[in-house]
């Protein structure tokens, strides 16, 4: 019964059918539902954002990035990362330690990883007209980059083969040098050099500028990508299991034949 | 407008392919492990609707 | 094989040991427990696991599995400062090869806490005097090399001796001087782990043969010991 | 802790004292470095004045990645690693131990550098105690992040490209902060934000030396 998948988004197509071995019921249900949330709530964003809402008195069409650029720009930031941030210290901790939180550290940071280059991209591609140029040394562009290479690293660390305890404590380390070395990045490069407006979205009077269809879409953009995060993190955080369980298989049959070669014993 | 749309169509294009991504990798595992623990012994009988 | 005695806290005690290198089994399942006192033999074939039940219980390796207690504490956690009382001589000699001889055993010693008078006797003992003691660790040979390790281990007195085929590399005298080392310190109450293919270098000393395969201990006999532990039926010191 | 910190920091100053590679290598490296910059910035001076303290710092920050990546190999031989951990020493002891060590090869090739900077391209110091001091906090930051990711890499196969890729973004404010001051430092140069920013250098420092005390120990206990 593979669900037929509306045009706008294969995504839905993902939701296998049987109960394989990877899922309850209530795993598929809840990334169907994901799945159905992000892919609408996206395409509104996008329908909204390019044909209903006006264009901007200064910008003109340009400030319909508005309505992605930020959106990303949060769940990479503060929603991934602090995410990874966060499951690697419950990591650390010896009484809440479990390779759960190294799996979703590690999906959270590899979904962070996709979002952060999309911010760069978009936001890039909102500096051209606006600044004029590609790539401006502004402090939270540059903070960015730079998070997204120290978290390239922290991919990186984990692809090493290690026993999985051992890996896990290695990443959560490494994510945890990252996120206290974002603040400081963050702050150095803001006194270096600064262009960038002040925070359109994240200050608390949420841009009284904006006109009203446009914050309600601004609103929508962010959701939509957060339900998309989700869902991703979920399937990533599976994908993570599956593999662990596929190492814990071949580690079973290698203590087997590790103790036949012990013979009868 | 072309930047506009330059910026939707590659942010959600990458988005959309890594989420197709994760699908795919999704599925690849679920059907490894699922050969894995039909390889061992199969303690319980065999599952009727086999995984597809 | 409980003695009447109340069972003094074991000092070595490995429960359903497994460790792992990457994805790669060295213990599948370790049971052994060692009195305080006692020298145990461990025989096996290539890599049966011998070095790795040596590794873990000096706290080199982490479990992924069952419980290790080394002199009463977990051997891996650093707190605990259980590694100060253990001695692992193994293939590796821990030697910086850009300091001397003296430097490295007084780095050795000190790092561990004992007294730096113990390294003198502890090098003559060993056969290491002289010039030898002024070269670069780099310029020896492997036999030397075990010698120094030797010393500093002499010079350390853990409680516990780790001995990974300490006699591989070791001439006839070095040997024997093992031999004389080894019973001194079971008589002064160290345990000593042996893991050798001479057993019969070992058997004499040893009052306990333990057989590792595949991983795990598949035989445990207690060996008949000699009247009198010290000295006899010991090649004399060269 | 202080006990094991010194006798490990003074065991890996001995070696390097036996085997002189920070001076007989990394520091012609770098002198070599701010060579190459000068060729590249060609020869009329106002730009490389300009460029100086910039300059400094980037050949500061490679010779950083040479002298952690050698104060990991001295442990790499002979299973030293593990004749650490098995001499029972306190951990944060031998992060402290060690990444002195470093910071005081760090403190020489600066020197060095410094002498050639100045000479080669001519700048004039104005206030040499802040130039010193921001030397010095450099390199107790580099010492302390670089002998932190020396040890989070220590275990790992690919080190030698992997420590400068961990390594070389995570010191991006110490080569920020650096150059600003050196520029208010040196001739012509505009003490504006000085304190602000050695406060961020001292706030880096103590950061990653606080991390390194506390987070040595269980690291190394994972390779």
């Known amino acids: ?265 | 407008m072309n930047y506009v749309v330059a910026g939707y169509s590659i942010t959600l294009g990458i988005l959309f392919v890594y989420a197709v991504s994760l699908g795919f990798r999704r599925r690849r595992l679920a059907r490894a492990v699922a050969a894995v623990e039909a390889a061992r012994a199969p303690v319980t009988p065999p599952d009727p609707r086999s995984p597809q | 094989m409980a003695p009447a005695a109340p069972v003094p806290a074991p000092a070595l005690f490995l429960r359903g040991a497994v460790a792992l290198s990457g994805r790669f089994p060295l213990l599948a399942g370790v049971d052994l427990e060692v009195a305080p006192g006692e020298v145990v033999l461990v025989e096996g074939p290539n890599g049966a696991g011998k070095t790795s039940l040596l590794r873990v219980c000096a706290g080199l390796v982490p479990l992924a599995s069952g419980t290790v207690r080394v002199l009463g504490g977990d051997p891996a956690d650093v707190r605990t400062g259980v590694r100060r009382r253990i001695g692992l001589l193994g293939h590796a000699s821990h030697l910086y090869d850009d300091l001397t001889v003296a430097e490295n055993l007084r780095f050795a010693v000190r790092a561990a806490g004992a007294p730096v008078d113990g390294i003198g006797p502890a090098c003559e003992r060993v056969g290491l005097v002289g010039r030898l003691l002024r070269t670069p660790a780099g310029k020896l040979s492997a036999g030397q090399r075990r010698r120094v390790a030797l010393a500093a281990l002499v010079a350390r007195r853990p409680e516990l001796w780790l001995l990974d085929e300490p006699h591989a590399g070791l001439d006839a005298s070095a040997r024997g001087v093992l031999g004389v080392l080894v019973a001194e310190a079971a008589a002064a109450g160290s345990t000593v782990v042996v893991a050798s293919h001479e057993p019969e270098l070992v058997a004499p000393l040893a009052t306990r043969a333990v057989t590792v395969a595949g991983g795990r201990v598949v035989a445990d006999r207690a060996t008949p010991r000699p009247v009198s532990t010290a000295g006899t039926g010991v090649a004399d010191v060269a | 802790m202080w006990r094991d910190a010194l006798l490990v920091g003074g065991k890996d100053l001995r070696i390097e004292a036996r085997s002189r590679v920070a001076l007989a290598q990394i520091a012609p490296f770098g002198m070599i470095v701010l060579v190459l910059f000068a060729f590249a910035l060609g020869p009329d001076q106002s730009p490389l004045v300009h460029a100086a303290p910039g300059l400094f710092w980037v050949a500061v920050l490679f010779s950083t990645v040479l002298a952690v990546q050698r104060s990991v190999a001295v442990e790499a031989g002979d299973a030293t690693r593990d004749g650490l951990r098995l001499a029972g020493l306190d951990p944060a002891g031998i992060f402290l131990g060690k990444a002195a060590a470093v910071g005081a090869q760090l403190l020489v090739l600066q020197a060095v550098l410094a002498a050639g900077v100045l000479l080669l391209f001519g700048a004039r110091v104005v206030h040499p105690w802040l130039l010193l001091g921001t030397c010095l906090a450099g390199a107790v930051g580099l010492a302390a992040s670089g002998t932190l990711y020396g040890a989070l890499s220590a275990g790992v196969r690919l080190r030698e490209t992997l420590l400068p890729f961990l390594l070389l973004p995570v010191v991006a404010p110490v080569l920020l902060a650096g150059t600003r001051l050196w520029q208010s430092s040196l001739a012509g140069g505009a003490p504006d934000a000085g304190a602000s920013w050695m406060r961020l250098l001292l706030v880096f420092d103590a950061v990653y030396v606080a991390l390194g005390v506390v987070v040595f120990g269980p690291l190394t206990e994972a390779a």
């Open chain 1, 1 to 265: 019964m593979t669900t037929i998948a509306p045009p706008a988004d294969p995504r839905l197509a993902e939701g296998a059918p049987a109960t394989g071995p990877d899922g309850s019921a209530r795993l598929r249900a809840t990334l169907w539902t994901l799945g159905v949330l992000g892919a609408v709530s996206t395409g509104a964003t996008v329908w909204l954002g390019i044909w209903v809402t006006p264009p901007d008195k200064v910008q003109g069409n340009l400030v319909r990035l508005v309505y992605l650029h930020p959106g990303v720009a949060w769940v990479a930031l503060y929603l991934a990362f602090g995410l990874a941030a966060l499951a690697s210290l419950l990591y650390l901790w010896p009484r809440t330690r479990s390779l759960v939180w190294d799996r979703l550290a590690a999906a959270a940071v590899e979904v962070g990883v996709v979002f952060t280059a999309c911010t760069l991209i978009s936001g890039s591609i909102w500096g051209r007209p606006t600044w004029g140029v590609w790539w401006a040394w502004d402090a939270r562009l540059t903070s960015t980059a730079v998070l997204l290479v120290l978290f390239l690293g922290y991919l990186a660390l984990r692809r090493v083969p290690a026993e999985p305890h051992v890996r896990a404590r290695r990443s959560a380390f490494a994510a945890l040098f990252a996120a206290v070395d974002v603040p400081i990045v963050h702050f150095s490069v803001l006194w270096w050099r600064t262009l960038h407006q002040g925070a359109t979205v994240l200050n608390p009077t949420l841009s009284p500028e904006i006109h009203g269809s446009m914050a309600w879409t601004l609103l929508l953009g962010i959701v939509a990508l957060t339900v998309d995060f989700a869902w991703m993190l979920v399937v990533r955080y599976r994908i993570g299991l599956l593999e662990d369980r596929l190492g814990a298989e071949e580690l079973d049959r290698a203590i087997d034949a590790r103790r036949a070669e012990g013979g009868a014993a």
